[in-house]
């Protein structure tokens, strides 16, 4: 098993530019999120699913979209970049019902200029 | 809005010292979850609490979830090098569904 996989794991980005950050799960997980990660702020949810097709926003929604097609893929777009986007990105999955922690991938760290 | 405060920020410790973090939060947790983040890693998973005034054992760390469930807490015992790390609590919420809402991580740092 892979587990998560995201990519790319480094990134610079022009301010306005768009890209797509991917991420897999090979375990048959129902829940995915997508967080960003700051210094001293902790994780901070940005949107999540709870199956294909689902997906809701977290608390940073704005200038991201994803999209669930698959129980496996769940990617996160930025539609325009903005300096204030430069952070640490973690892609996360876990099967639903209770009881369970995330699997978290190994990050994308993201910088905007 | 609904915040999970976790303390302190950072500790250093000496080998062998015990290390505690603590999480609070204002309104009633449905659970809370632990995660360790080594640095330039990501968050692994270490336990899940539910029960009112649950206590969970894993080796030197042993995790306590309050009696109102809006606090809980981490305690490693003797500490050693490999316990370098951050360590979050992640709360949920009854009305936030499958959400976590994560606290701001205590930084530990243990000296040989």
């Known amino acids: 098993n892979a587990g998560v996989t995201q990519t790319p794991k480094f990134q610079v980005l022009k301010t306005g530019q768009s890209m797509t950050l991917q991420c897999a799960q090979d375990?048959?997980?129902?829940?995915m999120s997508w967080y960003r990660q700051d210094p001293g702020m902790g994780l901070r949810l940005i949107h999540y699913?709870?199956?294909?097709?689902?997906?809701d926003q977290g608390e940073v929604p704005n200038g991201y979209n994803v999209s669930r097609s698959t129980t496996e893929d769940f990617p996160l777009r930025l539609l325009s970049a903005a300096p204030s986007q430069t952070s640490v990105y973690f892609c996360?999955?876990?099967?639903?019902?209770?009881?369970?922690?995330?699997?978290f991938g190994s990050g994308t760290r993201l910088t905007v200029v | 809005g609904q915040q999970v405060m976790q303390i302190p920020q950072y500790q250093h410790v000496q080998e062998g010292e015990d290390f505690t973090t603590y999480c609070n939060s204002s309104?009633?947790?449905?659970?809370i979850q632990w995660y360790k983040q080594r640095p330039g890693g990501h968050p692994v998973f270490l336990i899940q609490?539910?029960?009112?005034?649950e206590v969970k054992k894993q080796k030197r760390l042993t995790f306590q979830f309050g009696e109102a469930k809006k606090n809980s807490s981490l305690h490693i015992t003797a500490t050693q090098t490999t316990d370098v790390g951050t360590y979050f609590c992640?709360?949920?919420?009854?009305?936030?569904?499958?959400?976590?809402?994560f606290g701001e991580g205590t930084q530990l740092t243990v000296n040989p």
């Open positions: 992640a709360g949920r919420y009854e009305t936030s569904g499958s959400r976590l809402t």
């Open positions: 309104t009633t947790l449905s659970n």
């Open positions: 996360a999955s876990r099967p639903g019902g209770r009881g369970y922690g995330y699997t």
């Open positions: 609490l539910v029960k009112s005034g």
């Open positions: 375990m048959n997980h129902e829940y």
């Open positions: 699913s709870v199956g294909a097709g689902i997906t």
